[in-house]
Nanobody, 126 residues
Framework: QVRLVESGGGLVQAGDSLRLSCAASGRTFSTSPMGWFRQAPGKEREFVAAINWTGGITTYADSVKGRFTISRNHAKNTVSLQMNSLKPEDTAVYYC???????????????????WGQGTQVTVSS
């Protein structure tokens, strides 16, 4: 069974940092683009960050550029999202996603990912 499991969410104050992790199991995701999305209450799920299969190309939503960093560890089959200078508007459930194996580049669209985690809650208080 293919699974993605997120961890690292929590309640923090504005200006704090959090590091989210996504552990993959069931198959290797080493040749898949990976991404992070988030969904706030009453809003659609939106793109946050993505990384290509080698880890050499990353892309970010404008709202998080310069504050968030996505990375991956092929040996551990994990993807991480380092979030610094958190703001109340970053409050959301954060989801890890994996694209199809062999797809190059980074992906921003939800329909470009075929495996999703269950999500982890991030709450930033002002």
């Amino acid at each position: 069974q293919v699974r993605l499991v997120e961890s690292g969410g929590g309640l923090v104050q504005a200006g704090d940092s959090l590091r989210l992790s996504c552990a993959a199991s069931g198959r290797t995701f080493s040749t898949s683009p990976m991404g992070w999305f988030r969904q706030a209450p009453g809003k659609e799920r939106e793109f946050v960050a993505a990384i290509n299969w080698t880890g050499g190309i990353t892309t970010y939503a404008d709202s998080v550029k310069g504050r968030f960093t996505i990375s991956r560890n092929h040996a551990k089959n994990t993807v991480s999202l380092q979030m610094n200078s958190l703001k109340p508007e970053d409050t959301a459930v954060y989801y890890c996603a994996a694209g199809r194996p062999g797809v190059g580049g980074t992906r921003r669209g939800r329909d470009e990912y075929d495996t999703w985690g269950q999500g982890t809650q991030v709450t930033v208080s002002s």
